[in-house]
């Protein structure tokens, strides 16, 4: 079953379709390859990611060998399309281009985290942030770290420059509340996660929208009674772990 839904996969990415039009991730030239070239680099692509999952699983692949993989995938797949060296070395520029944000937000936390360590404005923080709700009960103190969260995302889209920024408080600030840190660390999730969809903040989300040529006006008149749901469903799946004991 797995492999006849990688081979559907597959034929759709050899067939094209404004979802399958590979100029759009700016190398042009893999939009001219033929199918069977554009089937053979999705199982390549395919066979990395199984790749990746036995290496992290069973050899405790980490950052290194996980970017190392990436690397070796996309030289081959660049090399299946039938690109040149300097073609491929453009492409990989191109795309590290937009990693440079991300980069330099997770840099920037990294600093701030240094002046308030050392300055000891962090534990100023967690005592004024206590403070705060400080008597309330751990659920509802999981809940206003999850909406804390959903406000921090749409200034800092980036999933790991979010988790620099804001883990080094939420988690002794959770210690404090009596809230596991493994709840803490869902809110973050739910908090970084759902509002991706519609933030004009992401990347993600705003090239997605260029590609299917929809306003972004457009999609978030569809998409704000959805997020509603999907906050209020989070606040909800906040309570289960808890009582679950969750840690």
């Known amino acids: 079953a797995f492999f006849a839904i990688l081979a559907l996969a597959a034929l759709s990415v050899a067939m094209g379709g404004p979802l399958a039009r590979w100029m759009y991730f700016g190398v042009p030239k893999l939009g001219q390859a033929g199918g069977f070239t554009r089937i053979l680099s999705v199982f390549t692509f395919a066979a990395a990611m199984g790749l990746l999952v036995v290496g992290v699983i069973r050899f405790h692949w980490y950052i290194e060998e996980i970017a190392a993989l990436f690397l070796g995938t996309g030289i081959l797949v660049g090399i299946l399309g039938g690109l040149r060296g300097s073609e491929i070395s453009s492409a990989f520029n191109d795309g590290a281009k937009e990693l440079v944000n991300t980069a330099l937000i997770i840099g920037l936390a990294r600093g701030i985290l240094l002046l308030a360590r050392d300055g000891k404005i962090i534990d100023t923080i967690l005592h004024g942030l206590s403070g705060l709700i400080r008597g309330v009960h751990p659920v509802i103190a999981s809940q206003a770290m999850f909406a ?3 406000c921090i995302n749409f200034f800092v889209p980036s999933g790991s420059g979010q988790a ?10 959770a210690d404090l509340l009596g809230v596991s840190r493994q709840i803490a660390v869902l809110a973050f999730q739910f908090g970084d996660g759902f509002t991706n969809l519609i933030i004009p903040t992401s990347a993600v989300c705003m090239g997605i929208l260029a590609v299917a040529k929809v306003p972004w006006q457009t999609w978030a008149r569809w998409m704000l009674p959805l997020q509603a749901m999907l906050f209020l469903l989070g606040l909800l799946l906040l309570i289960p772990p808890f009582l679950m004991g969750w840690k």
């Open 164 to 173: 620099a920024l804001t883990m080094p408080i939420m988690a002794p600030l």
């Open 148 to 150: 804390l969260q959903t």
